[in-house]
């Protein structure tokens, strides 16, 4: 199986801040990754698949880039809502696989 | 607007069984591939099994293989997962996903889980 590593685990950060999350794959996938959004209670959201392609109505502060095996995600100026957890996810080979996930705090 | 509901999650003693179903609307269902994700409470997210459009294909994370089936009902437009030998650590929200596909000029055909149901609780405990 892919493992996907997220670093870091949690973050503390201020509205208006510009944010980088970093996923690592153990092996190369090319570009088959997908990033989600988590809020408590709620289901994940997607944001970005195929490693940078925003998804519809996602802000374009989102951004995600990346190939093979090291990808980011920045948000570029915080925003009170962005407050979340972000989980990575490969499809390049079942099973599919989640990053541990990424807690993004208010400092 | 494309909508999936799950149902049947619930309590049940270890060694016992489950059924979660999710019923997809707003879309066409039979067009698609489904997954089922779960989360245990304070962890994070987990794929547990996903099914082609026709039902052909089944793939599973090793962890529930023989344990676990998923299946689909086109005609209506539900989706399942029978949950047998339950452990403890199989306790969790279940999401159903649609999962779907489509051409990426760089990377060729890519997959994506694009919308999530609201989730089922299921708790193994005795």
């Known amino acids: 199986d892919i493992q996907m590593t997220q670093s870091p685990s949690s973050l503390s950060a201020s509205v208006g801040d510009r944010v980088t999350i970093t996923c690592r794959a153990s092996?190369?996938?090319?570009?088959?990754l997908n990033w989600y959004q988590q809020k408590p209670g709620k289901a994940p959201n997607l944001l970005i698949s195929?490693?940078?392609t925003l998804q519809s109505g996602v802000p374009s502060r989102f951004g995600g880039s990346g190939s093979g095996t090291d990808f980011t995600l920045t948000i570029s100026s915080l925003q009170p809502e962005d407050f979340a957890t972000y989980y990575c996810h490969q499809t390049y080979s079942s099973p599919q696989t989640f990053g541990q996930g990424t807690r993004l705090e208010i400092k | 607007e494309v909508q999936l509901v799950e149902s049947g999650g619930g309590l049940v003693q270890p060694g016992g069984s489950l059924r979660l179903s999710c019923a997809a609307s707003?879309?066409?269902?039979?067009?698609?591939?489904m997954s089922w994700v779960r989360q245990a409470p304070g962890k994070g997210l987990e794929w547990v099994a996903g099914?082609?459009?026709?039902?052909?294909?089944?793939y599973y994370v090793d962890s529930v293989k023989g344990r676990f089936a998923i299946s689909r009902d086109n005609a209506k437009n539900s989706l399942y997962l029978q949950m047998n030998s339950l452990r403890a650590e199989d306790t969790a929200v279940y999401y159903c996903a649609r999962d779907s596909s489509s051409w990426d000029s760089a990377t060729g055909f890519v997959r994506r889980l694009d919308y999530w149901g609201q989730g089922t609780l299921g708790t193994v405990s005795s």
């Open positions: 099914i082609k459009q026709d039902g052909s294909e089944k």
């Open positions: 195929a490693a940078s």
């Open positions: 092996q190369s996938i090319s570009r088959y």
């Open positions: 707003g879309f066409t269902f039979s067009s698609y591939w």
